[in-house]
């Protein structure tokens, strides 16, 4: 399965914030950039359309941020590829003359779109928050 890069930063900026929902405290933009690598011109854009969403909340001031709009275990996956990618996946053939072949083909890409709605319908941040959290921190010894 192939995902954009916009939608994979997309996902990581709201576990990022899923890891901080419970403590209350927003989390600047520039914690995100440094915690997790992402591109800070694109992680403006990519919160932009989170808060218009309302997935992700702001506050401004010195003690401002973005933080989750609901709990993380209230959003799912597919809500963030719904807000980045829109929900249009395409199942129909791409050739001006549909064939039975095409046809079946259509078919199983209509299947394989609905097993990754389903999927990402049941994979919840607070699942990834807690994937993430099991996850041993990388050292480098020299």
Same mark, same amino acid.
């Given at each position: ?26 989390? %600047?933009?520039?914690?995100? &950039? ?39 275990? %209230? ?32 078919? &199983? ?22 994937? &993430? ?10």
């Amino acid at each position: 399965m192939t995902v954009s890069a916009k939608t994979e930063y997309a996902c990581i900026a709201m576990i990022e914030l899923a890891a901080r929902f419970e403590a209350g405290q927003p989390a %600047r933009l520039r914690e995100i &950039v440094e915690a997790q690598g992402i591109p800070q011109p694109f992680l403006v854009q990519i919160m932009a359309q989170l808060k218009a969403a309302g997935l992700v909340l702001t506050s401004r001031g010195a003690a401002g941020g973005y933080r989750l709009a609901h709990s993380p275990d %209230r959003i799912t996956l597919a809500d963030i590829f719904q807000v980045i990618e829109g929900g249009g996946d395409q199942t129909e053939s791409n050739l001006q003359k549909p064939t039975p072949a095409t046809e079946a083909l259509c078919g &199983v890409w209509g299947q394989i779109c609905q097993a990754r709605t389903k999927i990402l319908e049941e994979v919840t941040l607070a699942n990834l928050a807690a994937r &993430v959290a099991e996850q041993p921190d990388e050292m480098f010894y020299i």
